[in-house]
């Protein structure tokens, strides 16, 4: 989708005040997932624009050529369809996020996120629609698959939310929720009367009352996705007072809520790109807060060959490990 993106490749430490680059993986030799490290837990997010099953992708593309209608939009499965070639670039980077759980976006399914992720569990939202919401798991983590969220789907009419539950029953049990709000609003008020603007407004209440929901039953938790839209404090009070005021309106005093982007530069994902800022997010609340540092952070960035040669994603992955 058109708009401010995360940073996508190469591994990259980001600290408030410093991007310093780690060596390129190159290797693309297949890396067997291992266990989490004890007492961490690697999160990350990762959209991956229109990741669709080549049956999907080969149907769309002959309905179109056809001038029938097709599940894709046409544009989608005439201009940005993937070869083999391409899944298996991206799965060699899905290899060197080697995280524990990974947030996705824009995935038709759980086969089709496995084309990507070997080693992984999958939850994913039910909607009829090539455009699904849900996580990667790294077998032998303890997890359950919740229901999906459909208040943020505004009666299926947009994405649902993927709800995941780490841990269940421990006292290590964490939520998670996997989030792809509507896109077109990043820049203009909540209350503009831009029609994605008005979806985007009557999504945020529902991530609101998730929030508080997990608020009021004390766990540990976090939203990672794409909120199509800045979370940075200054320029989202110009626009309309805030959406991250209204996702934490509500909240106990002693509530931290945090955006763990806050503070770190833009940097886009490879050479040629424009976007200006961040739309993809993890944030942490419930105690969580206490388990990671920004230090911690790592964003992922193609390389120029790759972003040339390969049809990627516009859209970077993150991630966040966390301690205990």
């Not at 524990?100 to 909607?127: I, M, N």
């Not at 964490?174 to 077109?184: A, D, M, Q, T, V």
């Not at 929901?213 to 940075?232: C, E, P």
Request: contains cysteine.
């Amino acid at each position: 989708m058109p708009g401010p993106r995360l940073l996508v490749g190469v591994f990259a430490l980001l600290s408030p005040a410093v991007c310093l680059p780690a060596p390129a993986v190159a290797s693309s030799s297949p890396v067997a997932p291992g266990p989490a490290a004890a007492g961490t837990l690697t999160l990350a997010t990762w959209n991956l624009e229109w990741l669709v099953s080549p049956a999907t992708q080969l149907a769309a593309r002959t309905l179109c050529r056809n001038g029938t209608t097709a599940r894709l939009p046409c544009d989608v499965a005439l201009d940005l369809a993937r070869s083999s070639g391409d899944y298996a670039v991206l799965a060699r980077y899905a290899r060197q996020l080697d995280a524990d759980v990974v947030a996705l976006q824009e995935v038709e399914d759980a086969a089709t996120a496995a084309l990507l992720f070997k080693g992984y569990d999958f939850c994913f939202t039910g909607r009829g629609d090539p455009q699904n919401v849900g996580f990667a798991i790294r077998k032998g983590i303890p997890h359950r698959c919740a229901p999906d969220l459909l208040s943020l789907s505004l009666r299926d009419s947009l994405r649902r939310g993927a709800q995941l539950q780490l841990y269940p029953g421990s006292p290590r049990e964490i939520w998670l929720l996997s989030i792809h709000l509507k896109s077109g609003c990043a820049r203009e008020a909540l209350g503009s009367s831009r029609p994605a603007c008005r979806s985007l407004t009557r999504q945020v209440p529902a991530l609101a009352a998730w929030i508080d929901t997990q608020v009021a039953a004390g766990r540990r938790y976090a939203v990672l996705g794409d909120f199509n839209r800045t979370l940075a404090p200054d320029a989202d009070e110009r626009l309309d007072g805030g959406l991250w005021r209204r996702l934490a309106d509500g909240q106990p005093a002693d509530e931290r809520l945090v955006d763990t982007a806050a503070g770190t530069p833009f940097v886009n994902c490879h050479v040629g790109q424009t976007f200006t800022g961040y739309i993809d997010y993890i944030v942490l609340g419930g105690g969580l807060a206490d388990q990671w540092q920004p230090a911690q952070i790592r964003r992922q960035v193609y390389s120029s060959r790759d972003a040339q040669r390969y049809r990627l994603s516009d859209h970077c992955p993150i991630t966040l490990r966390l301690r205990g």
